[in-house]
C-alpha cells in the first residue's frame, strides 16, 4: 500500500482497527520517508533502531487485544516523533544540547507511560532550541531544522523538528513543548496544528525543565481532531507534578461563539499578508456563526518583557543542576568550581549561556525587586485582565506569529529573535491553553509558506478550541 505515512492518526487508526494495515507497514512507510527527507531537514536527531519492533509487538497486542475482546486504544500501533527533551527510559535524551549528549533517561515521562499504555510507537527524538530556548530550531547543538516548504527557512521552534516531521510525513504525529510558543510557533512556520494545553493539563514529570512555570507538553499533528486524540491521552492529574490538575473536560461554554480580537496589539508589525489570511479566518469564523467583536487587554504590552524575565529567571535555577557532577558532560579542572565552570562553558551553548547570566541577575539582590518582581506582578495583572476577558468571549484570536518562517540566520540578533514571540507567550503567563491552525500561505520569494490562526479559550476550554479548530480545518 503507497504513502501509508500520509494518513492522519485517526483515518490510520481506523484501517488499523478494520485491519486494513499493520502498525509495521504504518512504520516502515515513516522510516522510508526519514530516509528519503530527513538527511536535508535535520528533524529527527535519531531514528530508533527498534521502531519496526515496537510496531510488531502493537501488531501482536492488538491480535491478543481482539481475541480476549480488550478495549483497543486509537493510537495503537501510531508511529510517533518525541522533542528531544521528553524521556524515554533507556533511550537518550539530551535536549539538543552538547551537556547531555550521552545521557540516558532513567525513567519514562508521565507522557510516554501514558503513551506507551496506548501502544504508540516512538519512530525518534526530534530536533529543538538547546533546552527549548529559541524560536528557530537555530540554538540546537545539532544544527538548525529546515523548512519543509523552503529548505532556506527555518521549521520554527523550539519543536522544530516534531512540526517539520509532521509537515513532511516523516511521524503521523509528535509530541512537543512549548514554553512560550513552541508548539505553536513550528506548528505556524510549518503548516501542522499544535496544542499548548492549560497549565498543569499535562504532567511535566519527564520533561527536562526550561521553566517550570510556563513549560507544558503538547501534540503536533495534521490535524485538530489528531491533536484533541492525543491530548486526551497525555492529559491528567499526575501525581509526580504536583502543578498537574485533573481539569475535567468541559464542556462548550457558550454555543454563540464569541471571538475577542485584541486590534491594539495586531497593529505592532504583523506582516500585511499574514493579517489579510487573519481577516479572511475571521471571516470564515463569522460564516460559520461566530461573533467577531474588538477587545481591549491594556496589560499585554507588558507580556514580552514579564515571560522574558521570568524565563530568564527559572532558567538559571532550573539549569543549576547541570553541574559536570549529577548529568552529563563532566570536564575536570584544577579546583571543584574549575569542574562546574568548564564543563558548563563547554556544555552549553551561547543562548542558553545569556540567558542563565541575565537570569542570575534579575534574581539577585538589589535587582529582584526591580525585575523578577515586577514581571511576577504584570503576569498576575495579564491573568486578571484574560480571566475577566473570558467572562464576555470565548475565545482570544491572533495570527500566531507576525510572520511566515524566518530565513536562517534572519534574527542572529537575540531580542529581534524574542520580538517574533509577542502573540504567543500571553497564553504560557497566563496559563490558558491556545492552539494554532493553519490559516493559509503567504508568498515570499516564489514560495508559499504556512501560516497559523492562534485561538486561546479559557481555563480547561481545550474541547471549546477542538470545536472551533474543526470549523476551520
Ligand atoms: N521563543 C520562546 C523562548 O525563547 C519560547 C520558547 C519555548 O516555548 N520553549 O523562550
Redesign the pocket.
Known amino acids: 500500500m503507497a504513502n501509508l505515512n500520509q494518513l492522519t492518526i485517526t483515518e490510520a487508526s481506523k484501517k488499523l482497527a478494520a485491519g486494513e494495515i499493520t502498525s509495521v507497514q504504518l512504520t516502515e512507510a515513516c522510516l522510508a520517508e526519514i530516509e528519503k527527507k530527513n538527511p536535508s531537514l535535520n528533524a529527527y536527531l535519531e531514528v530508533f533502531a527498534d521502531a519496526l519492533e515496537q510496531a510488531r509487538l502493537a501488531d501482536e497486542r492488538r491480535a491478543l487485544s481482539l481475541s480476549k475482546g480488550l478495549e483497543i486504544s486509537p493510537l495503537l500501533g501510531i508511529p510517533l516523533a518525541i522533542k528531544d527533551n521528553i524521556l524515554i527510559e533507556g533511550r537518550t535524551a539530551s535536549a539538543a544540547s552538547k551537556i547531555l549528549e550521552n545521557y540516558v533517561a532513567t525513567y519514562d515521562a508521565t507522557v510516554i507511560k501514558k503513551l506507551k499504555e496506548a501502544g504508540a510507537v516512538f519512530l525518534g527524538r526530534t530536533n529543538m532550541?538547546e533546552f527549548?530556548?529559541?524560536?528557530s530550531t537555530e540554538n540546537s547543538a545539532y544544527g538548525p531544522t529546515k523548512n519543509p516548504y523552503d529548505d532556506s527557512r527555518v521549521a520554527g521552534?523550539?519543536s522544530g523538528g516534531s512540526a517539520a516531521a509532521v509537515a513532511t510525513h516523516m511521524a503521523l504525529g509528535a509530541l512537543g513543548?512549548?514554553?512560550?510558543?513552541?508548539?505553536r510557533?513550528p506548528a505556524s512556520f510549518c503548516g501542522v496544528v499544535g496544542l499548548k494545553p492549560t497549565y498543569g493539563a499535562v504532567s511535566r514529570s519527564g520533561l527536562i525543565a526550561?521553566?517550570s512555570s510556563?513549560d507544558q507538553i503538547g501534540p503536533i499533528t495534521k490535524t485538530v481532531e489528531d491533536a484533541e486524540l492525543i491530548f486526551n491521552t497525555i492529559r491528567g492529574q499526575d501525581p509526580l507534578d504536583s502543578t498537574s490538575t485533573e481539569n475535567p473536560k468541559s464542556e462548550i461554554r457558550n454555543p454563540k461563539k464569541k471571538i475577542g480580537v485584541p486590534r491594539t496589539l495586531l497593529e505592532k508589525g504583523v506582516e500585511p499578508d499574514v493579517l489579510a489570511c487573519f481577516e479572511s479566518s475571521l471571516e470564515k469564523l463569522k460564516g460559520q456563526g461566530c461573533e467577531v467583536v474588538d477587545i481591549a487587554l491594556p496589560s499585554l504590552d507588558y507580556a514580552l518583557s514579564a515571560?522574558?524575565i521570568i524565563?530568564f529567571a527559572e532558567v538559571s535555577t532550573n539549569l543549576s543542576r547541570f553541574d559536570g557532577v549529577r548529568y552529563g558532560l563532566s570536564l575536570k579542572g584544577e579546583s571543584l568550581f574549575d569542574d562546574y565552570a568548564s564543563s558548563r562553558e563547554a556544555g552549553f551553548g551561547s543562548e542558553t549561556r545569556r540567558r542563565i547570566v541575565l537570569g542570575t541577575y534579575v534574581l539577585s539582590a538589589g535587582y529582584y525587586d526591580a525585575y523578577y518582581g515586577k514581571a511576577v506582578a504584570a503576569r498576575e495583572q495579564l491573568r486578571r485582565e484574560y480571566i475577566k476577558a473570558f467572562e464576555s468571549v470565548d475565545f482570544i484570536a491572533t495570527p500566531t506569529m507576525p510572520d511566515a518562517a524566518l530565513v536562517i540566520g534572519e534574527k542572529s540578533d537575540p531580542l529581534s529573535?524574542?520580538l517574533i514571540?509577542i502573540f504567543?507567550?500571553t497564553a504560557?503567563l497566563t496559563g490558558n491553553p491556545a492552539i494554532s491552525i493553519p490559516m493559509g500561505t503567504v508568498e515570499k520569494e516564489g514560495k508559499q509558506l504556512p501560516v497559523g490562526l492562534q485561538l486561546t479559550a479559557a481555563h480547561g476550554d481545550e474541547a471549546a478550541l477542538f470545536a472551533a479548530g474543526k470549523l476551520l480545518y
Not at 132 to 135: D, F, Q, R, S, T
Open positions: 532550541d527549548a530556548l529559541g524560536g521552534g523550539t513543548s512549548d514554553t512560550g510558543g513552541s508548539v510557533n526550561a521553566v510556563f515571560y522574558y524565563n529573535l524574542y514571540d504567543t507567550v504560557n
